[in-house]
């Protein structure tokens, strides 16, 4: 027995639940004469909603598919080897279940060497090798192809990617080191760093083409057949493929020092996947492939017992999982059609919703506001966004012309609200204006409509106190940019029945959103966090520590912007009236920062400008700060917020506000953009020892998110 085999058999007895993924060897003739050809199709047994992964028993059976082809190919059968995938499907990488049983380093590396092992015989056949990348491809998938000598790609395949660093690994089963030293460093950083960095984003077939990575590019339909066709030629020798030299002089250095300064900007040092990865892509220059596989296997088995990849794990199973079966929501059969949607409001917030609406659900859309020029511009604007739509052939002219017709505005509630389904208000943020908002709504809307609110703080069963039917009013609480972040954050007021929450549960997955149920708390989730945390910052600049040693001391949490540049982006005067509702709620833990309503009265954005590119203190900001002399070091001042966010976190949870920790790391993850090397932040918290010192107990058991004992 080898030793791959036993290191897979070893690795398969420590992950019994693994979906296995067959290696089906069939032969035939290739057209124009070209000779015996085996095709090696890598299959679960489920359709495309399952894809294809690579566990220890995957490897171990196209090791054996393997085995079969070699003595072939020593024998002079065949004159060639195929490796595609199930239809849509080619592989999306190792099974990420089986990483997160793992307990001990040598297992770890058992899974890295293993991969090398089974992947590299590919590229040491008799014969040359070739990978038909028909359909998705990630991770362990697209590194089966790199060990083969040719490759094509089909024209439909919607996703391509390296995804390891994102999720806290390195692309470790040849990734780092075969892919620069096939379409060189710079191309390589791109793939495996700022692709992976900028949230996952994947390639699609034309990319991967363009990229080199793919040899050739055949259209979806007849993918397999045209690959076959040319693979003949190839054989035959009627096609040669002429791959550009590699420049392994200057330009390398300078494309590892690219992904640095991505990974800097990215991660500010915080995570370490992306750093390896570099270091791997760095030494690969001198085309020892042997060396680079050793080095991955090592970054591969550290950070699998690292916190970061169990964080990133934790993570991607909240946005995929838990995401998608929101805790607490009520009996889906509950909710009602909603066949048309009535918008408050014609402002920019309210014009994006009516935008989402009109995208997600195709039914008629109304806006209202207080005068005709005002519909007129959140028409006007929904009209714009669509002309976007159709000019960057994201929707073609029927589709456009379709979605103008549904969307319309008018002054008079009665007329457009009548025969609504669902209303949702986003006007000023002050009490009483959304209860006479209300007020009118109902008056006006039929009995069973769903009344919802985008307030980001207020309290949606106030809100509800003066209506008749407070039992129809939920909280739908959006983040900006509405179209990006995912978040949905629904409340539930005392009076919400069960058919209207499910309802509103309902509308949020046509909208595509990552919905959360949150009781109906100051502020909810996000806001209450980010406003605690901001909080902190804005109390120790007001006490005398220096606005840039404030801002560095989270640079280590990695988090997409600093506090203040969020500040800016959120609006100062809208942070201010968060703080101050918060304020009045729990007055012995959120202030008021003095300087920050001095921002606010002096009309200022923010706390910056940016005239030489970088973000620089404002001096007119600047001359506005009164500060105290308490000075304190940025490890001092990371210490107060993160204690500050522990001690929150604990009263959210001990109040309700979710159902559990991992729905606070969901918000902060889909509403926040927190990253996924962190898990959002709880485990963060419980890594760093906070939580036991803040609270006594850790938010999350052992081995959720962290190494198991």
């Known amino acids: 027995m080898s030793t791959t085999a036993e290191l897979l058999k070893g690795a398969a007895e420590l992950f019994p639940g693994e979906v296995v993924t067959s290696a089906h060897v069939r032969h035939f003739d290739l057209p124009l004469g070209a000779g015996r050809f ?4 890598l299959d679960n047994g489920h359709d495309h909603t399952k894809p294809t992964t690579l566990g220890p ?6 090791d054996a598919a393997i085995d079969r082809v070699e003595k072939e190919a020593a024998d002079g059968e065949i004159v060639g080897v195929g490796v595609t995938g199930k239809p849509f499907i080619f592989a999306v990488g190792a099974d990420l279940k089986g ?18 092992d089974v992947f590299k015989r590919l590229s040491q056949l008799a014969v040359p090798t070739f990978a038909y990348y028909n359909g998705a491809a990630m991770g362990g998938g697209v590194e089966v192809g790199l060990h083969c000598t040719y490759r094509t790609v089909s024209a439909a395949l919607p996703a391509f990617s390296l995804p390891e660093v994102f999720l806290g690994l390195v692309p470790g089963w040849g990734g780092c080191t075969l892919l620069p030293n096939l379409i060189g460093a710079e191309k390589a950083v791109t793939v495996i760093i700022e692709n992976s960095l900028n949230q996952n984003k994947q390639l699609k077939g034309a990319q991967v083409y363009e990229l080199g990575i793919a040899d050739a590019i055949f259209e979806g339909a007849d993918f397999l057949e045209q690959s076959l066709i040319w693979s003949a030629a190839v054989l035959k020798g009627e096609i040669t493929i002429e791959r550009p030299a590699i420049d392994r002089g200057e330009a390398w250095d300078q494309a590892v020092a690219k992904g640095r300064f991505i990974a800097d900007s990215k991660v500010h040092g915080a995570a370490p996947a992306a750093y390896r990865a570099l270091d791997i892509i760095a030494a690969a220059r001198n085309g020892d492939l042997q060396q680079g596989y050793d080095a991955e296997d090592q970054a591969l088995a550290d950070l ?13 199973n909240l946005v995929q999982k838990r995401g998608k079966r929101p805790a607490g929501a009520p009996d889906k059969s509950l909710a009602r059609p909603v066949t048309k949607v009535g918008v408050v409001g014609a402002g920019l917030m ?4 009516a935008l989402l609406f009109l995208r997600r659900l195709e039914v008629p859309v109304v806006l209202t506001d207080i005068d005709q020029e005002r519909v007129d511009k959140g028409v006007g604007y929904v009209h714009a966004e669509i002309d976007k739509l159709l000019g960057k052939g994201r929707i073609n002219q029927d589709k456009a012309n379709r979605l103008k017709a549904l969307v319309s505005g008018v002054l008079d509630k009665a007329e457009g609200f009548a025969d609504a389904d669902f209303v949702i208000e986003a006007v000023f943020e002050e009490m009483g ?9 109902e008056a006006v809307a039929p009995a069973h409509a769903i009344l919802a609110t985008n307030t980001s703080s207020l309290s949606v069963t106030e809100m509800a106190s003066k209506l008749k039917h407070p039992e129809r009013v939920v909280g739908f609480h959006f983040f900006n940019p509405v179209a990006i972040l995912p978040l949905l954050e629904i409340v539930r007021g005392e009076q919400t029945d069960d058919a209207s929450l499910a309802t509103a549960f309902g509308v949020a997955k046509k909208l595509r959103k990552t919905a959360v149920l949150v009781k109906d708390a100051p502020a909810f989730v996000v806001n209450r966090i980010l406003t605690r945390f901001m909080g902190e910052i804005q109390n120790v600049i007001d006490e005398g520590t220096p606005v840039e040693v404030a801002e560095k001391a989270v640079e280590p949490l990695g988090l997409p912007m600093s506090p203040l540049v969020l500040l800016e982006l959120v609006g100062p005067a809208i942070g201010l009236h968060v703080s101050e509702t918060l304020n009045r709620a729990f007055p012995e833990r959120f202030t008021v920062s003095p300087n920050l309503k001095r921002v606010v009265e002096a009309g200022k954005r923010g706390f910056y400008v940016y005239d030489s590119g970088k973000p620089e203190l404002d001096p007119e900001v600047a001359a506005l700060l009164e500060q105290g002399d308490t000075v304190l070091t940025e490890e001092q001042v ?3 917020v993160l204690d500050a966010v522990a001690q929150e976190i604990g009263l959210m949870l001990d109040e309700g506000v979710v159902a559990e920790a991992q729905d606070v790391d969901l918000c902060l993850i889909t509403g926040a953009g927190w990253p996924f090397h962190l898990g959002g932040i709880t485990p963060y918290l419980d890594r760093e020892g906070v939580s036991e010192r803040v609270n006594g107990k850790r938010f999350l058991e052992p081995g959720l998110a962290s190494v198991p004992a």
Do not use: C, W
């Open 38 to 41: 085996a095709l090696i199709t």
């Open 57 to 62: 028993q995957s490897l171990a059976n196209i």
């Open 99 to 116: 990483v997160e049983l793992l307990k001990r380093h040598e297992d770890a590396l058992a899974i890295g060497k293993g991969g090398h």
């Open 304 to 316: 699998i017992m690292g916190g970061e990849l169990r964080s990133g794990i934790y993570a991607f």
């Open 350 to 353: 309210a014009s994006q919703l």
């Open 433 to 441: 204006v959304k209860q006479q908002v209300f007020a009118e709504v």
């Open 638 to 640: 990371r210490a107060r």
